[in-house]
């Protein structure tokens, strides 16, 4: 059942500021991450726990628009469910209790941080038009912190003023204690019990009065009512078990908070009579005993469902999905990936309309991450007519993890054994041709040749190294080996420094090991020829890539330049027709800069993969 919840804010002279209804799943209370590092809780935080009503503590934050908990009071964990006020710390205040945007509450708080006038409000909360909690709000600034100031108005103060109905006429059974006494009883708490109020009011609330007959130890609950009532903790549930004065067994669902009476501090006791479900439950539990007990040998979550007591699943299905009974969200569908959701719901759907059964593999979400699932589900009507359904669920993500990590090592073995005769296939290829062009180039030549060759050779295989150690072992960061090629080429040469501005750019062998002779052949010129004498200079380089993948590298330096009748599209140099070359053979250009000091090149390369 739909309950309508409503806040209204009035200013100090009972003015409606706003009014807003919340929306069915609308939460008032989101846990949310903490948002400053290293936040130390108020020195005067004991002073604020003291303080009757309770105080907020909030540090502006994101320029004003919001605001982080310092210090929060009881009144405003004990409305947002919290077991503590501790729990607030450090917490976005719009973003933790999202519903006082709408009720027009953050427009206030921002408007006294920005103008540091102090406002005051009543703050009313209702449900089904029935006023629940009045609270009396003083905002105020002082030192760069807002401090709201809270007062709630005793829950019998508000009875007195809007009519005792709201109490004695709640369909929950409500009973106050003080001093371990009951002071006050509703109608349902009279007809829940089988006493009268005269009987109930004055008794002891645990040792004498049936009512509070417990499974629990006395001094247990003990310890638990001074907590409360000292509000050290603020909430308590528990499934309470008593005689009522015919003599029967009641179970009831207890939740216990702090309260005031009279002034002073009293303890709510709020019971739901669940003895009803009593019943069902235990069945359900015998048979959730047994199918444990099956799950625990092996290692499969089982699966009961009929239109009467709906779903009931082993714990071993709990352990698959990582939740917590309580917080099931719905049934197994609701976990399923969004992908296969219908897939999967039109399955079930079938089997329960058509008494058939399947078997299938899915996926579904979990705190972990995504699991691979196996299901089953037979649907059969039993003598009655009524459609049952009993499968299983068994998690099989390591065995599908294992299949594919398989897979992928006989794939990557292949893949690797055709990728090594790839490349040297092409390494030798590439040599030779060094080795023809250098012989063509420097004829009776022969330590000449083989030690240009060796130098290429080495630095083909520096490249190797570079792979070798990458992450896939495939590719190369160009921007890491031109750091690299420059420290290794120039380590003995302090005096030609680098200057650079370079793209992360990453090539396959193809490509890497012709653009990484190219870059040490222009280096190597570099370092040979621009500075005579060991003068002082600079080489910059520039790497970038553009959203077609167009890599462009430019290499200046500041020597003496190359000779007036060098031709770039027609070298007669070793070293230029080998980098004019290989430029080609990787489809790119290459072109001289006109540059007023030194040499500079531009080579642009076009990447496929």
């Not at 009972?14 to 290293?38: A, F, G, M, R």
């Not at 070798?468 to 160009?478: F, R």
């Not at 500041?558 to 489809?587: A, H, R, Y």
Request: aromatic residues 10%; glycine residues 4%; hydrophobic residues 35%.
């Amino acid at each position: 059942m739909r309950l309508e919840r409503k806040i209204v804010i009035l200013d100090e002279n009972n003015n409606l500021i706003k009014s807003h209804t919340l929306q069915e799943k609308e939460p008032i209370y989101i846990n949310t991450p903490d948002v400053i590092k290293d936040l130390e809780k108020s020195y005067h935080k004991k002073v604020f726990d003291k303080v009757d009503g309770g105080v907020d503590v909030l540090i502006p934050y994101n320029n004003g628009e919001d605001f982080i908990f310092e210090n929060g009071s009881f009144h405003t964990s004990e409305f947002a469910k919290l077991n503590n006020p501790n729990e607030l710390f450090n917490k976005s205040y719009n973003k933790a209790l999202p519903y006082l945007e709408d009720a027009g509450f953050f427009d206030i708080i921002r408007e006294v941080n920005k103008t540091g006038k102090t406002h005051e409000i009543i703050f009313m909360y209702y449900i089904e038009n029935q006023l629940i909690s009045k609270f009396y709000k003083i905002i105020m600034k002082d030192k760069d912190k807002i401090y709201i100031l809270i007062k709630r108005e005793s829950d019998f103060n508000i009875i007195h003023q809007e009519g005792l109905d709201l109490f004695y006429n709640s369909p929950d059974p409500l009973v106050v204690v003080q001093d371990k006494r009951v002071v006050r009883v509703n109608k349902a708490a009279e007809k829940i019990s089988g006493y009268n109020a005269h009987e109930l009011i004055g008794k002891d609330y645990y040792f004498k009065n049936p009512l509070f007959k417990s499974e629990i130890l006395n001094k247990e609950f003990d310890k638990v009512y001074d907590e409360i009532l000292n509000r050290k903790i603020f909430n308590y549930t528990r499934i309470l078990k008593f005689k009522n004065k015919k003599g029967e067994i009641v179970h009831s669902k207890v939740t216990i908070q702090p309260s005031t009476y009279n002034g002073k501090n009293a303890v709510l006791f709020n019971f739901i009579d669940i003895s009803e479900g009593i019943q069902h439950e235990q069945q359900a539990h015998r048979l959730n005993e047994a199918l444990n007990l099956v799950s625990e040998i092996s290692k499969i979550a089982y699966m009961y469902f009929d239109s009467e007591n709906g779903f009931i699943w082993s714990d071993e299905f709990f352990k698959i999905i990582e939740e917590k009974p309580e917080n099931l969200n719905g049934d197994l569908l609701n976990y399923v990936i969004d992908e296969d959701y219908d897939r999967l719901r039109k399955l079930n759907s079938y089997s329960y309309k058509n008494l058939t059964s399947h078997k299938t593999k899915t996926k579904i979400k979990t705190k972990s991450g995504i699991k691979d699932v196996e299901i089953y589900i037979n649907s059969k009507k039993d003598s009655r007519g009524i459609t049952k359904m009993v499968g299983y669920v068994q998690d099989i993500t390591n065995h599908i993890k294992t299949e594919n990590e398989l897979k992928h090592l006989v794939d990557e073995k292949e893949s690797l054994l055709g990728e090594v005769h790839h490349r040297v296939k092409n390494n030798l290829q590439i040599i030779s041709s060094l080795i023809r062009l250098d012989s063509n180039i420097n004829p009776n030549q022969p330590e000449k040749i083989l030690e240009s060759t060796q130098k290429r050779i080495n630095n083909m295989a520096f490249v190797h190294e570079q792979i070798y150690q990458s992450p896939d072992h495939a590719h190369i960061n160009l921007k890491d080996y031109i750091l690299s090629l420059y420290y290794d080429l120039f380590s003995k040469n302090t005096n030609i420094k680098l200057k650079h501005d370079l793209t992360d750019v990453y090539l396959n062998m193809d490509t890497a090991i012709p653009l990484g002779i190219i870059l040490s052949e222009i280096m190597h010129n570099t370092l040979t020829y621009a500075f005579p004498n060991n003068e002082k200079g600079i080489i910059k380089i520039k790497l970038n890539i553009n959203e077609n993948r167009l890599v462009t590298l430019t290499i200046e330096d500041n020597g003496i330049g190359l000779p007036e009748n060098i031709n770039i599209d027609n070298p007669t140099s070793l070293g230029l027709i080998v980098i004019t070359n290989l430029t080609k053979q990787l489809e790119g250009s290459i072109k001289l800069l006109n540059l007023k000091n030194g040499t500079g090149y531009k080579i642009t390369i076009p990447l496929t993969k």
